[in-house]
């Protein structure tokens, strides 16, 4: 990992959500070290976006605490900006005014510096409503991008996007994220990007932390390496709930013995 | 000019867009030409409706006499200030009631009761009031326009995307950035709908609330044409309301384009 980073760290201790009569998180611990990429999995419902939000300060839990460099978070904070699933442009304004959104007045030329990095200076006067949606996924993280956050919250924002655009903006995610240090959380469903992303991946099963993995590849990732789809096995196994029978049909193990061998993958990953 | 010529229109492209612009007007030249040779062969008494010559010379008459452009000009006036008093109340109003839900709350059922009231119907009452004067014909048309503005405008801060919010929040605005930059821009087309709506009722609202007992304005010109039997000034007034109507609504519609450049309905690429 980076020494020095401009990253902030995130604290989730002991969170308890519930909405109405469903309870979302019954305990889920999340220590995000400055400069970290984490990706968040899990299946649907299983509370990652919930947790993320909780992060982000725009939900508060029934109990457990919250910290955003060492503070509660709050949603307007200069440190802190948000990546949603779709890319929530103002209609009324042109792209680069959206990305100069909540910058003061001196520093609007950061915006336009921020729709170069995304690879789009040139659209910065055309109205959002002619952009594909990777383009608009684009502009909105050149907006996340522009107040320089020191961490960066991304709730499923490659979700809408086609295969091929997805790549292309992992990749840029990763390019960014590199660039600037932030700390990064990605909530995802897709368990071959947080493996591509992330320095860690945490899978959500039953309200709780049922999975935390150190991904040790070294980038680029290399997505047909044998210790990348491995590790994405053993996540999308723990994710689907499929750990006990895969390992043992992969070896012929009594479920004990599949156990262990499982936690010797895990750690040698 | 030349920069017109330089973005792609060539010479048979004029020509089709001056066919496009004049063929809306085909219609109400047919229907002039006919009238005409319906009166000229004396199938349609001059008594009755008088020939479009005749409707043009009353107007002539009346121009060189130096009376029409003033009388249509207080028409004008009453109209815009009846629409400014009333829609800016109702605009003010629907701005709070749909930013404040203790404002909805405590006002939209009386506003929604008064608003089932036909205003004309208030006529006796109003004058009883104001008398016959200037203050009852604004009064009338405030009255009558102040509804529809009120309700678009409600509805169209009601229904501002609450994900764009929810997304402007993270970005740190405030409540007043939030409103300006967020809940206005969104709430325009629907107020704009609320503008064209209430033009109309308001050149209604005039043309009766003149013909109450006015001194001057359109509406004298045609009641003292009335008493004397002119239908030609009579149909001249008609056409003459008809005309700054479509001026109003071409108005409106100028600034729907200018302000709703954005909405992709509007957008030319």
Same mark, same amino acid.
């Not at chain 2, 089932?116 to 208030?122: K, T």
């Given at each position: 990992m980076e020494v020095t980073t401009s990253g902030v760290g995130i604290e989730a201790t002991a969170l308890h959500k519930a909405f109405t009569t469903r309870q979302v998180l019954l305990g889920v611990d999340v220590t995000i070290a400055p400069g970290e990429f984490v990706a968040i999995v899990g299946q649907s419902g299983c509370g990652k976006s919930t947790l993320l939000r909780l992060m982000a300060g725009l939900d508060t839990p029934d109990s457990g605490v919250v910290a955003l460099a060492g503070e509660p978070p709050r949603p &307007?904070?200069? /440190?802190m900006r948000m990546m949603f699933q779709d890319a929530r442009l103002l209609p009324w304004r042109r792209v680069i005014d959206n990305v100069g959104l909540g910058l003061p007045v001196g520093r609007q030329a950061e915006a336009g510096s921020a729709l170069a990095e995304v690879g789009l200076a040139e659209r910065g006067g055309d109205w959002p409503s002619i952009l594909s949606g990777g383009q608009r996924q684009r502009v909105a993280l050149a907006r996340a991008l522009a107040s320089r956050p020191r961490a960066l919250l991304l709730d499923e924002p490659l979700g809408a996007l086609d295969a091929l655009t997805r790549l292309e903006m992992q990749g840029l995610i990763e390019r960014v994220w590199q660039e600037h240090g932030f700390t990064a959380a990605l909530v995802t469903h897709d368990v071959e990007e947080a493996v591509a992303l992330a320095d860690r991946i945490i899978v959500l099963s039953a309200g709780q932390v049922a999975l935390d993995l150190q991904v040790n590849l070294p980038r680029p990732r290399d997505h047909a390496a044998r210790h990348f789809t491995e590790l994405k096995a053993t996540v999308l196994d723990e994710v689907l709930g499929t750990r006990h029978e895969r390992v043992a049909r992969m070896h012929a193990l009594s479920p004990a013995q599949a156990d262990r061998a499982t936690e010797r993958l895990v750690r040698t990953a | 000019m030349s920069g017109w010529l330089a973005s792609g229109m060539t010479t048979a492209n004029l020509k089709q867009n001056a066919l496009r612009q004049a063929t809306p007007w085909l219609v109400p030249a047919l229907i002039v030409v006919v009238w005409q040779a319906l009166s000229i062969a004396g199938i349609v008494a001059a008594r009755v409706l008088p020939a479009p010559t005749a409707v043009a010379r009353a107007g002539w008459e009346l121009l060189t006499a130096g009376t029409l452009i003033a009388d249509v000009a207080i028409s004008a006036r009453r109209a815009l200030l009846g629409f400014v008093i009333g829609g800016g109340v109702g605009f003010m109003l629907g701005l709070v009631n749909g930013f404040f839900p203790w404002g909805a709350r405590l006002l939209d059922s009386s506003v929604q009761m008064g608003r089932?009231?036909?205003? /004309?119907? /208030?006529i006796p009452l109003v004058i009883l009031w104001f008398g016959i004067g200037e203050v009852a014909r604004l009064f009338l048309v405030a009255i009558g326009v102040a509804f529809p503005i009120y309700i678009n405008t409600y509805h169209g801060v009601r229904s501002v995307d609450t994900s764009l919010i929810e997304m402007s929040t993270t970005y740190g605005l405030t409540t007043w950035q939030l409103f300006r930059q967020v809940i206005l821009p969104g709430a325009l087309p629907s107020i704009l709908v609320g503008v064209r709506y209430a033009l109309g009722i308001m050149w209604l609202t005039l043309i009766v609330a003149e013909s109450i007992?006015?001194?001057? &304005?359109i509406g004298y010109v045609t009641m003292n044409a009335r008493e004397f039997l002119q239908t030609d000034v009579l149909v001249l007034g008609i056409l003459l309301y008809a005309l700054l109507g479509k001026l109003a609504d071409v108005a409106a519609r100028g600034l729907e384009r200018r302000l709703l450049a954005w909405h992709p309905s509007y957008a030319r690429a």
């Open positions: &307007g904070s200069p /440190l | 089932n009231i036909p205003h /004309l119907a /208030l007992a006015a001194t001057s &304005g």
